[in-house]
């Protein structure tokens, strides 16, 4: 049988191998014409109008009801909202009366009503109005996709087969919105191998390259394609042979991810008995389960601003944190989990705190710059945190902080929010600890002084080697400059685990680097003592420290540190531990 297979080369980032055909997504826009109709016509389009509301209800009432069930109540709401949008009656009588009166086309229409309405939100001062004029855009790209017959990315909820997602791009809230029972891979032109995009794909265990750069103008809509997460590849047409021989390389890595879960109940030791916590990374709440089958000891980051991003267009209130925190809390028991305040910003936008476009976002108003400017959304989570503390062992985590100064002020919001509810009686945990996250340069230089006035650290390697390398996390281009053993990572690692050691604080990472086998062991030799990681990468670094000596990780991490490039270490790190530079079957190394 005549193959015409072509392979392209991307970054893998959650593992996985998936077997299936494309659904290619076409970009978000669709395109809009204008047709002047006869009489007869403009009546048919009222009709055609009509139906595709009712289409798009449905879907949005489909889509409320799975968000309700798999996700709660809050998480719903998003839908509702739009529902209402769907059904003003202004919306329809206005759209019926410009087909008519202009004898056009229902898509060009709704297209101009809709126009003057998003025009006037997008004017008004109200932030949470503004917001609306976004859900009616939402709204009118469903109706109007609805109108032409095309596929839309919401619509990735709603899927009968299963299928490998190719697209030109895909947002964080896109991707948490994927039916994981029919999206069996992900092939993105776009993004990096920390892009929160990637984060998502791997915390729903759905195998994904990234970077792929042109894969979705190539792959034609329902060919068979095949999708290594390990490797980063995305092949196109193979043939019947090459099926096979991927299916059974399938049926292999399961079998291994079978024999890794039974070390479940083990602990994480190293040979001479030294116990490294691991730890899950996770985004939605329900993800507590997972990390627990994945034999997690406790939520290590729980990255609260999906709770943010997906109760949108609103903000959640005290309530909405406290509900999610609980819930959180509560299903960890007997283990902590790590509830890192806002991190939105950067890469993660969220309307609902409308702030000047940024020319940097990266070194924008993010995270704890964004909760210090608007400190009463600060203060719904900490008072949120607080009160969730009550029913299990809770810890709050700062993303972002810079120096001490910044650090201060956050403590001091802190402290004023856990006055007020011991004035008010409220049931809370006066003594939830608190953490740092090192992800700023800075604060990685002047650890010392930050480890005085917190009671853990916690390394985002992710950011902590955007912003030392100078590499945009989500740049395809500038990927291969990601270094994780570059000398300057390792440097600042040493710097923090010393200073944290001299205070008898815990440090942990919660970067990418701690989830895959070769990076984790240079950690560890370094003096980091928890490693948290998205919850399927567990069992392979458990396997890994329980084959580790603290002494031969350490004398790594020394040589290492005596070196002057990544490359050097790299090749050290594949010398002394003979593991492949790709893990085989197992997660992508660090590259370079
Ligand atoms: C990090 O920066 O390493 C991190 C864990 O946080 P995030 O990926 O959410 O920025
Ligand atoms: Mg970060």
Not at 140 to 156: E, M, Q
Not at 349 to 367: C, D, K, Q, Y
Request: charged share 30%; aromatic share 4%; glycine share 8%.
């Amino acid at each position: 049988m005549e193959s015409a297979s072509e392979t392209l080369r991307g970054t893998g980032v959650s593992p996985g191998i998936a077997i299936g055909r494309a659904l290619v997504l076409e970009s978000s826009s669709i395109s809009l014409f204008r047709l002047d109709l006869d009489p007869d016509g403009a009546e048919r389009e009222v009709t055609r109008f009509q139906r595709a509301i009712k289409r798009a209800w449905r879907q949005l009432r489909d889509l409320r009801d799975r968000v309700r069930r798999e996700a709660g109540e809050a998480y719903a709401r998003v839908f509702e909202a739009q529902i209402l949008i769907l059904r003003d009656r202004h919306l329809h009588r206005e759209t019926a009366s410009l087909i008519r009166r202009e004898r056009v086309n229902a898509e060009w229409a709704f297209h101009t009503v809709v126009g003057r309405y998003t025009r006037v939100f997008a004017h008004l001062g109200d932030p949470d109005l503004r917001e609306r004029g976004t859900d009616i855009e939402d709204v009118a790209v469903r109706v109007l996709a609805a109108l032409t017959g095309s596929v839309r990315r919401h619509d990735l909820s709603e899927l009968t087969d299963d299928v490998i997602v190719v697209s030109s791009e895909l947002s964080p809230s896109d991707a948490a919105g994927l039916n994981r029972d029919h999206v069996i891979g992900l092939a993105i032109d776009g993004g990096g191998p920390t892009s929160h995009t990637a984060i998502i794909a791997s915390a729903l265990d759905i195998p994904a390259v990234t970077g792929l750069r042109d894969a979705s103008s190539r792959v034609r809509p329902g060919e068979m394609v095949i999708l290594d997460g390990a490797s980063g590849t995305l092949l196109r047409g193979p043939g019947e042979e090459e099926i096979a021989s991927w299916r059974a390389r399938r049926n292999r890595q399961a079998q291994r991810e079978l024999d890794l879960m039974l070390l479940r109940e083990q602990p994480a030791v190293t040979l001479e008995g030294v116990r490294i916590r691991l730890l899950a990374n996770i985004e939605l709440p329900d993800e507590v389960a997972t990390a627990r089958r994945y034999g997690a000891e406790g939520v290590g980051l729980y990255r609260s601003e999906f709770l943010y991003l997906r109760q949108a267009p609103r903000l959640p209130d005290e309530e909405d944190h406290y509900g999610a925190y609980r819930a959180l809390a509560e299903g960890a028991l007997p283990h902590a989990v790590v509830i890192r305040t806002l991190d939105l910003g950067g890469e993660k936008r969220f309307a609902a705190l409308p702030e000047r476009r940024e020319t940097n976002p990266v070194l924008g108003l993010r995270a704890i710059r964004l909760c210090l400017r608007h400190e009463e959304v600060f203060r719904a989570q900490l008072r949120g945190i607080f009160r969730a503390g009550a029913h299990g062992k809770v810890r709050m985590m700062l993303p972002m902080v810079s120096g001490l100064t910044e650090l201060r002020r956050a403590k001091a919001v802190i402290g004023a929010v856990r006055d007020e509810l011991a004035r008010e009686r409220v049931p809370f945990d006066p003594d939830v600890p608190l953490g740092i996250m090192i992800e700023v340069p800075s604060a990685a230089l002047v650890a010392e002084h930050l480890a005085d006035e917190v009671d853990f650290f916690s390394i985002g390697t992710n950011d902590l080697i955007q912003y030392v390398l100078a590499i945009d996390r989500g740049n395809e281009d500038v990927s291969y400059l990601y270094q994780p053993l570059h000398p300057a990572i390792l440097a600042l690692v040493r710097r923090v685990t010393e200073a944290a050691a001299r205070r008898g604080l815990p440090v942990a990472v919660c970067g990418e680097m701690a989830a895959r086998p070769r990076s984790a062991m240079m950690l560890i030799g370094l003096g980091v003592t928890e490693l948290s990681m998205s919850p399927s990468a567990i069992p392979e670094i458990k396997q890994m420290i329980r084959g580790l000596t603290m002494r031969e990780a350490r004398e790594l991490a020394e040589e290492a540190l005596a070196l002057d490039s990544a490359e050097a270490i790299e090749e050290l790190v594949s010398r002394r531990l003979a593991v492949p530079a790709v893990g085989s079957g197992g997660r992508r190394e660090a590259e370079g």
